[in-house]
């Protein structure tokens, strides 16, 4: 089995080439975050990916899902608006958003699971977040199991930053989507997984971190 490191800049690259639709990368130096703070900045909690089977009215066999459960703090100097973006990035290059098209009998299963009775599905966490840990919010980010074996993947965080850059080619003119619209990156937390042994017993084995990191996405 290949090593989790090397093929983790092939798999991020897929996911910014799919984001950004069919836009040209004009420049060689990607836009990175700032490495001091810059913007307002939430705090995230998160557990590691979990995997469920749930029964749901509209399939006749039970279905796989997949989930991480997570905690976000507002300790900034102000109120600020928490609007989460949940991408997942799987080990054959597909980017796939969080929470489509997901019964509430799966988020409702995963409640009763977690024993987190204050948990808010992905529809309704979003809004106004009011300063402190007593007004924390807990959530979950939810996927169809998109493959059997996951092997390594990684799942994209957006919404807990205020940095953003609009994207410049060298003559410094923005970059245009194909909506002809700028191109905007914000500054997106990335949590890196793998599953060892996942090829011999898949769905079966402990799912493990990899160290996380801030990229402009």
Not at 56 to 72: C, E, G, H, K
Not at 136 to 157: N, T, Y
Request: with cysteine; aromatic share 10%; hydrophobic share 40%.
């Amino acid at each position: 089995m290949k090593s989790f490191r090397p093929s983790l800049g092939l798999w991020l690259l897929c996911g910014l080439l799919a984001s950004l639709g069919t836009a040209r990368f004009a420049r060689a130096d990607y836009p990175k975050p700032s490495p001091y703070p810059i913007s307002w900045e939430l705090k995230f909690d998160h557990d590691l990916p979990q995997r469920i089977v749930v029964k749901v009215p509209s399939a006749a066999a039970p279905q796989a899902y997949w989930y991480v459960t997570y905690t976000v703090t507002n300790n900034t100097a102000q109120e600020q608006t928490f609007l989460p973006f949940f991408d997942m990035l799987t080990n054959d290059g597909r980017v796939i958003p969080s929470d489509n098209k997901i019964p509430a009998t799966v988020f409702n299963a995963i409640k009763q699971r977690e024993k987190r009775h204050l948990m808010e599905p992905w529809t309704k966490i979003g809004g106004e977040l009011l300063l402190g840990p007593d007004q924390a919010k807990d959530g979950v980010a939810i996927w169809a199991e998109p493959m059997l074996r996951m092997e390594h993947f990684s799942i994209f965080v957006s919404g807990l930053s205020g940095e953003a850059v609009r994207l410049k080619d060298d003559a410094g003119n923005e970059m245009k989507d194909k909506e002809g619209k700028p191109i905007i990156l914000r500054k997106t937390l990335q949590l890196n997984f793998h599953i060892r042994g996942d090829d011999v017993y898949p769905g079966e084995d402990e799912v493990n971190a990899n160290p996380e990191r801030w990229v402009m996405r």
